[in-house]
């Protein structure tokens, strides 16, 4: 059975940042992931690389930056007062720190996880784009199952 739109497949995989080959995510045999095609979870290249593959085939291939994470949005980097993060109004020794992650809420209540990306005298620079935004992706795995 081949991967359609409407299927799901059970999959294997290895994810590196194309060109320096620095792995971000391995997923095992011990323990696939399951994917629907078609419902919008995947990325844009992704589904469209598996598309068409059986259960047994092994893929290797590039995603480029635009039909991954795309580019960087600058409405996606914000300057937050150092106040937001006091307790008690103490601000703790060391929790700012440039490349530290911080999960924050928007007015709607949604989930966004933040990067510490400068620190000024009385704010930090915090960037929301994806981590793997403006890179190419290669996956590189075999399907295991694919199922109606």
Do not use: C, W
């Amino acid at each position: 059975m081949k991967i359609e739109k409407g299927k799901s497949a059970v999959v294997v995989y290895m994810l590196y940042t194309a060109g320096d080959n620095k792995m971000i995510e391995s997923v095992s045999e011990k323990r696939p992931v399951s994917f629907s095609f078609g419902s919008g979870q995947l990325i844009d290249g992704f589904e469209e690389n598996l598309i068409g593959l059986n259960a047994g085939d092994s893929f290797d291939f590039v995603v480029e930056t635009e039909k991954a994470y795309g580019t960087s949005d600058p409405y996606a980097i914000f300057d937050i007062s150092k106040d937001t993060f006091k307790t008690d109004g103490k601000l703790e020794s060391g929790l700012l720190k440039i490349g530290k992650t911080f999960p924050m809420h928007d007015s709607n209540g949604n989930l966004h996880i933040g990067r510490i990306v400068a620190i000024h005298a009385e704010t930090v620079t915090i960037d929301f784009n994806h981590p793997l935004v403006g890179k190419e992706l290669r996956f590189k795995g075999k399907i295991i199952e694919v199922k109606e």
